[in-house]
């Protein structure tokens, strides 16, 4: 984590955080909250910005707010992400609990919300991984996370409070549409194959057999993980919505990197490290799990690298105008990724029956 200037800036700094107003807030709004704050921007998070805060007492949170400069879609809607988290706080579902939200834009330039510091680890790399669990306890790791994820398909949307989340069919048809748009709005260029696996993936989508809460971005460097290798907590429910669980499942599928893959979605994968389950594997428990039929998966297995080109792009995007405060040279390296997962959607499209 980096960590920022602690001095009173007036308005908000590269970050977007205005730290004398911030104080301010947090000292009506947050119990236990001391001055002064320090922040550190946690790293990783490649749509909204997160910072961990910590007060001059023994108190920790979390603040989330959307990137700087223009934003696309829901996706930054700080008050539905806390409304979220509050519905899945009356749940067995690992989620930060939610501590306060704020609506008011003049506080430090957008809504924002704050949650409870959730402690363990967060697995980016072969590095993270290689650090905090040896080899035989790996395939706890991933076991644990394909049961949380079908405990989350399991949760009641309605009797958790967010049954009015999203529209309950036709969830696939919604997310073509919906990232097709994105595409449009952030490219950077054209890309055939970005068009031609929309275009076959549109006309062979499956029935929808099931609706519940879906993540929407779910892999392994989404949770915090105890040191037990236990899910602490699923993060990053920006994209949240209700629709097909098999979703959740083809997405992980495409983030569950393996050695010998050409197509890695994030240049870099915790489960390159030796020891994990298989996707095959993955794939089945949580089918036992979950009791689901998931001989639909291939398709959204393709739909998830065509929508993670659309994120991607619209990240390149963003990071090129500057709207996440700084650069780095991970970034850069987007543009033949985005290449990447499109070659991959089209080429699981065109597998499609």
Same mark, same amino acid.
């Given at each position: 984590m980096a960590a920022l200037d602690d001095t009173h800036a007036r308005g908000p700094d590269e970050h977007g955080l205005d730290r004398a107003r911030l104080e301010r807030w947090f000292? !009506?709004?947050?119990? *236990?909250?001391?001055?002064?704050?320090?922040?550190?921007?946690?790293?990783?998070?490649?749509?909204?910005?997160?910072?961990?805060?910590?007060?001059?007492?023994?108190?920790?949170?979390?603040? +989330?707010?959307?990137?700087? *400069?223009?934003? =696309?879609?829901?996706?930054?809607?700080?008050?539905? $992400?806390?409304? /979220?988290?509050?519905?899945?706080?009356?749940?067995?579902?690992?989620?930060?609990? @939610?501590?306060?939200?704020?609506?008011? $834009?003049?506080?430090?330039?957008?809504?924002?919300?704050?949650?409870?510091?959730?402690?363990?680890? !967060?697995?980016?790399d072969e590095s993270d991984v290689e650090a905090s669990f040896p080899e035989p306890e790996r395939r706890r790791v991933g076991e644990a996370l394909v049961d949380t994820l079908a405990e989350l398909h399991a949760v009641d949307a309605d009797a958790a409070g967010v049954g009015d989340l999203g529209r309950r069919d036709g969830y696939a048809e919604r997310q073509l549409r919906r990232w097709k748009r994105q595409w449009d709005a952030s490219k950077t260029r054209e890309l055939t194959a970005m068009e031609e696996a929309h275009r076959l993936l549109a006309a062979r989508?499956?029935?929808? +057999?099931?609706?519940?809460?879906?993540?929407?971005?779910?892999? =392994?460097?989404?949770?915090?993980?105890? @040191?037990?290798?236990?899910?602490?907590? /699923? !993060?990053?429910?920006?994209?949240?919505? =209700?629709?097909?669980?098999?979703?959740?499942?083809?997405?992980?599928?495409?983030?569950?990197?393996?050695?010998?893959?050409?197509?890695? @979605?994030?240049?870099?994968?915790?489960?390159?490290?030796?020891?994990?389950?298989? +996707?095959?594997?993955?794939?089945? +428990?949580?089918?036992?799990?979950s009791g689901r039929d998931i001989a639909q998966l291939d398709f959204f297995v393709a739909l998830g690298y065509w929508k993670l080109a659309a994120i991607l792009e619209g990240v390149y995007a963003r990071y090129a105008a500057g709207a996440y405060g700084e650069t780095t040279d991970e970034f850069r390296s987007f543009e033949e990724i985005v290449e990447q997962l499109a070659g991959a959607a089209l080429d699981g499209a065109r597998r499609l029956a």
């Open positions: 000292a !009506v709004n947050v119990q *236990g909250a001391e001055p002064p704050l320090a922040y550190e921007r946690i790293a990783g998070g490649r749509s909204n910005l997160t910072f961990r805060v910590t007060g001059a007492g023994a108190g920790e949170w979390i603040l +989330r707010r959307p990137p700087l *400069g223009t934003t =696309l879609g829901s996706a930054h809607d700080m008050g539905r $992400e806390h409304r /979220i988290l509050t519905g899945l706080a009356r749940t067995p579902v690992p989620a930060p609990t @939610p501590v306060a939200f704020c609506a008011d $834009e003049q506080v430090t330039g957008a809504e924002f919300y704050v949650m409870e510091f959730v402690d363990g680890v !967060v697995l980016r989508v499956p029935e929808q +057999r099931d609706t519940t809460i879906v993540h929407g971005d779910y892999r =392994l460097d989404n949770v915090i993980v105890t @040191p037990a290798g236990d899910v602490a907590a /699923i !993060v990053d429910w920006e994209l949240c919505t =209700l629709g097909d669980p098999l979703a959740d499942l083809g997405l992980l599928m495409d983030y569950w990197a393996q050695p010998g893959d050409e197509v890695v @979605p994030l240049t870099r994968s915790p489960t390159l490290a030796p020891g994990f389950p298989t +996707r095959e594997e993955l794939a089945a +428990r949580y089918a036992e799990r």
